[in-house]
């Protein structure tokens, strides 16, 4: 199946759009601030998680809406095959909650990621090799999310024991063992699992990287470094061993809120946060395109590339194009004017965007 159609009510700056009839490539063409990106920030939203632009739900709904947004999406199969309808939207009485429904039916937001495998690229990802250590787990995390669904449920499961365990030892008052052998036993379970996700997720991109050719863009090597011991058991044992020293520190010293995502440039075998910006971005999208390649073979791929075909001479271009063309997810593109995708202009669904509108073209 692949994404026929979006909705959108509400929305930023769009009060009720519709796009229909989604091919391969799609193409958003508007002035900055037409809002382009809010298309693809509604799209994202049908992957688990904050969307690609992590905003709070309540920053989301139109000023001019009734305080609550919904996005609407459909999927459509081969000719005797009922399409499938997701949805994803707030109420005003509660703008914080987001809810989700497949089909009619109420249904949980991690479960989204059964369906669609949704990749991004923006230009806020641009400095994520210079950018901190927790951005890059989070990168690493939504590569992993879009592989394997339940790598949300134990990042969510880790990040709550480990908040509890950190105000235990940030206490004033000792804290009772009983209470630190159980949640360092929910911190060594879903830890381990989240940790096996990333180390996974990052060996499989890394060999999809590997075969690629070296140009036109850098290839990247990718290192997953553990922020702890690997396994659920000497996990288990390095927290119980550590209290002492994480209690006079106050926080948790060893786990997987200290993983890195270590990143050097073929060849020069150099750090990416000391290459330049043009290796730099040209790893970025090696990444993302073989990332986007590895989860589109399980579910219905889609790829968001905001912003991206400007900032390419017209060499790498159309080499982005040609692989793009080669693979399984289907691809959403933003720009200010048609010129850079000529290339893919008659292949193309197209919709200018302006002021929170939208009209095939």
Not at 217 to 246: I, N
Request: aromatic share 6%; hydrophobic share 45%.
């Amino acid at each position: 199946m692949a994404l026929d159609a979006i909705t959108l009510s509400h929305f930023r700056n769009h009060r009720e759009t519709r796009l229909d009839g989604a091919r391969q490539f799609n193409l958003l063409v508007g002035e900055n601030g037409a809002g382009k990106t809010n298309v693809l920030e509604a799209i994202s939203l049908f992957a688990p998680g904050r969307g690609l632009r992590r905003a709070a739900l309540a920053e989301i709904a139109g000023a001019a809406g009734p305080g609550g947004f919904s996005v609407g999406a459909s999927l459509a199969g081969q000719p005797d095959e009922e399409a499938l309808r997701l949805g994803t939207y707030t109420k005003a009485a509660q703008p914080g909650r987001r809810l989700v429904q497949v089909n009619g039916t109420p249904a949980s937001a991690v479960g989204l990621g059964e369906w669609l495998a949704i990749s991004w690229l923006t230009p806020a990802m641009d400095r994520l090799f210079a950018d901190s250590a927790g951005a890059r787990r989070r990168f690493m995390d939504r590569m992993a999310l879009a592989l394997d669904p339940a790598h949300a449920r134990h990042a969510a499961r880790y990040e709550n024991a480990l908040r509890e365990r950190n105000r235990l030892l940030s206490d004033d008052r000792p804290p009772e063992a009983a209470w630190l052998d159980g949640i360092e036993a929910q911190m060594a379970q879903h830890g381990a699992l989240l940790a096996q996700g990333r180390a996974r997720t990052v060996a499989a991109v890394g060999q999809e990287i590997a075969v690629l050719p070296e140009q036109p863009f850098a290839r990247p090597v990718l290192v997953y470094a553990a922020g702890g011991p690997a396994g659920q058991d000497a996990f288990a044992a390095a927290l119980k061993s550590g209290r002492g020293r994480d209690r006079a520190a106050r926080r948790s010293l060893v786990g997987p809120h200290r993983d890195e995502l270590e990143v050097t440039m073929a060849g020069k075998n150099v750090p990416a946060a000391s290459c330049s910006t043009g290796e730099q971005k040209a790893m970025l999208i090696a990444i993302t395109l073989a990332h986007a390649q590895l989860a589109a073979r399980g579910r219905p791929g889609l790829l968001l590339l905001d912003e991206v075909a400007a900032h390419l001479d017209p060499f790498r271009r159309a080499s982005l194009f040609e692989r793009l063309r080669s693979g399984r997810a289907q691809v959403w593109l933003t720009g200010t004017e048609l010129g850079p995708f000529a290339e893919i202009r008659a292949e193309a669904a197209v919709w200018q965007v302006s002021g929170g509108q939208v009209e095939r073209v």
